[in-house]
């Protein structure tokens, strides 16, 4: 049985490998997870409506036209106006650009902050380890929309604060993970033996710990976008993010509409309906990408492992070869 | 054991410490000025006359250096329990949030008894039926319920039912004393949207952590006894997958809290959460601090008693 198991798993290695980590990834998440493909199909479009906002849109996301205040859904204005008479559907458009600008670069920040310190925490141990996760105890000990709003109101509202906060704050967070992925690889033979034959601490990080915890990190870089973007449209629902007259689907949804939600519903309706879409994509996306880089989480053996279609077929393999 | 539990401990007041350090001075930094708004405010009636503005910053304590204010911060705490007064309105704000806390604390403890009711069996069919249709469905429903905002649940609750059959919810808060059923059916639905998000992250640990005890080698072994289906998934897989869950739903805590500001906002609840915004548009620095500090200690001691649940848990984890 194991002979004949093995054979077929070494030639799919084979041609993995000349495929590339990248694309050979996006091949077996198109293969193996519908719901993961539905989610980078979402994050695709959303991407490309934020790039190509300002053609797409057919108005511009701050144009007045004070006769058609509040005007109802018609073939002129798609999704109606609010109360200046902006173009409901064309800020929704520029919205997908605030919301993937947000989510991508605090998201970025995070990553970057959390890998570099979750690196050096795990990997340095002893006095600078303990200190830093004592910090990050009183970090995530303090209610973290409690202070991401103390914050925003300390540096005010702007597009480039609530990254950095967003950004910051996350990061701070996430490094636990990495540190935890970090004191998993560093017990390896072969991170002693390239300490052994004289490596320097730098290079062991690059070069042999950071490529192996690749993983958690894009993990955590797909499921920070989607909550980065519910952060910004939290912090903006209550008045705390982005600064007036910038389109963000949180602020729309608190500004226009719950204060003319009794007039008109479509204007709380759709901002959040967008937001919903969004983070919905992402995180299907990011559990598909789970699934396939974890490996906790792949296939084991047991009765509930193998679903009938993948025992079947393997039953088949095998009597062929016989 | 014994030795970890007083370690933990002893971290407590370090922790509690430096959090209280950070809440204080963070609100300092906000710009705009308590004292500036209350001259604001009572100018007016002053008419003419000069106001003192040295005098209101005396007697607010805010005349001397923020390292002995935050002194005099403590030692109330410590000495007297009392969390010091707010600058507006001269309130004591230990009492101001005793009286509030009852409302966000139902509101979080329902919202968590809601999210364990829903998750953890689904979770538990989702993880025996893998890779089949309803398996699917619900996966795809808790990712949903993770990414839905709350804000925009709650507002289209408080927008659609009016607009179909004119229903809207209570805007007075009703006493539990006076009518439990209408304070608890009150609670129900901001509980519910409070929920969502904690019941869809649960939801898919329980799946996960099922999946992998259902690989176990007792559980092979149950099934080669010829146990039945529903004692092994309850008393063998279930049983050992519900530690993870546990430290997930302490982990969600301070997610609670933060959401029950936003829910607080929109149902018109009166709260912490209401409080503490109320209070940060007002520059009110000691509410804000006392609301942080409350919340932080909070949180501390229930990861503490998460991670002791562990050992009482599983008989196999020792602490050392």
């Known amino acids: 049985?194991?002979?004949?198991?093995?054979?077929?798993v070494v030639k799919k290695r084979v041609e993995k490998k000349r495929r590339g980590f990248f694309s050979d990834l996006i091949v077996r998440l198109i293969k193996e997870k519908p719901l993961g493909t539905f989610g980078l199909v979402v994050v695709i479009l959303l991407l490309f409506t934020g790039i190509f906002a300002?053609?797409?849109a057919p108005y511009g996301m701050n144009e007045i036209h004070l006769i058609d205040r509040l005007h109802a859904p018609s073939s002129q204005y798609l999704l109606g106006t609010d109360q200046l008479g902006r173009d409901l559907l064309s800020r929704l458009i520029y919205g997908a650009r605030v919301s993937m600008i947000i989510g991508l670069c605090a998201t970025a920040l995070s990553t970057g902050i959390s890998t570099v310190l979750g690196i050096i925490s795990g990997f340095a141990g002893g006095k600078v380890d303990l200190f830093w996760q004592r910090f990050v105890d009183v970090w995530m000990s303090m209610p973290s929309f409690l202070v991401l709003m103390t914050v925003m109101s300390i540096i005010g509202n702007g597009m480039f604060q609530i990254i950095m906060v967003i950004g910051i704050s996350g990061g701070i967070n996430s490094s636990r993970v990495i540190r935890s992925?970090?004191?998993?690889?560093?017990?390896?033979?072969?991170?002693?033996?390239?300490?052994?034959?004289g490596c320097s601490p730098a290079r062991i990080m690059m070069r042999h710990i950071l490529p192996n915890i690749m993983a958690p990190i894009i993990i955590n870089f797909t499921i920070g976008i989607g909550g980065a973007i519910m952060q910004e449209a939290g912090l903006s629902f209550l008045g705390l993010g982005v600064p007036p007259g910038v389109p963000s689907w949180g602020s729309m949804l608190s500004n226009e509409g719950r204060q003319y939600m009794e007039a008109k519903p479509q204007l709380a309706l759709w901002p959040g309906f967008c937001l919903t879409l969004a983070v919905y994509g992402i995180n299907m996306f990011g559990d598909g990408l789970r699934d396939l880089l974890d490996p906790r989480l792949r296939g084991g053996i047991g009765r509930y492992s193998l679903s009938e279609k993948r025992l079947k077929q393997l039953k088949e393999s095998v009597a062929k070869k016989q | 054991m014994g030795a970890y539990v007083v370690r933990r401990l002893l971290w407590i007041p370090v922790t509690v410490i430096l959090v209280s350090m950070v809440v204080f001075l963070l609100v300092r930094f906000i710009p705009g000025n308590v004292v500036d708004l209350i001259i604001a405010e009572i100018q007016p009636s002053a008419g003419t006359a000069v106001i003192d503005r040295a005098a209101i910053e005396h007697e607010l304590g805010l005349d001397v250096p923020v390292y002995v204010q935050y002194g005099r911060w403590v030692r109330d705490i410590v000495t007297k329990g009392s969390l010091g007064y707010s600058l507006n309105g001269h309130r004591d704000i230990a009492?101001?949030?005793?009286?509030?806390l009852p409302v966000t604390l139902e509101l979080g403890v329902m919202g968590l008894i809601i999210g364990i009711i829903i998750s953890i069996p689904v979770g538990v069919y989702a993880a025996i039926r893998q890779d089949t249709i309803p398996d699917y469905i619900l996966r795809s429903l808790a990712i949903l319920l993770i990414s839905v905002p709350a804000f925009w649940i709650g507002t289209m609750i408080m927008i659609y039912p009016s607009i179909w059959w004119g229903w809207s919810p209570p805007m007075e808060l009703i006493q539990f004393g006076k009518d439990p059923l209408g304070n608890i059916g009150m609670f129900l639905l901001p509980a519910i949207v409070l929920g969502t998000g904690l019941t869809g992250t649960s939801m898919r640990m329980t799946r996960a952590m099922m999946l992998e005890t259902l690989r176990q080698d007792y559980t092979r072994t149950a099934w080669a006894k010829g146990l039945s289906e529903r004692v092994i998934v309850i008393r063998h897989a279930m049983k050992n997958a519900l530690i993870p869950v546990v430290t997930i739903i302490g982990m969600q805590l301070p997610m609670i809290i933060g959401g029950s500001v936003i829910i607080e906002q929109i149902f018109v609840l009166p709260g912490i959460g209401r409080l503490l915004l109320e209070a940060l548009n007002q520059r009110d620095y000691p509410i804000v601090s006392g609301i942080n500090l409350v919340f932080a200690t909070f949180v501390i001691i229930v990861n503490l008693l998460v991670d002791l649940t562990y050992g009482w848990l599983d008989p196999r984890i020792h602490y050392q």
């Open chain 1, 54 to 56: 300002q053609w797409l």
């Open chain 1, 181 to 197: 992925a970090v004191i998993a690889i560093k017990s390896n033979m072969y991170v002693q033996s390239s300490e052994a034959i």
């Open chain 2, 95 to 100: 009492s101001e949030i005793g009286h509030r």
């Open chain 1, 1 to 8: 049985m194991t002979t004949y198991g093995e054979a077929p």
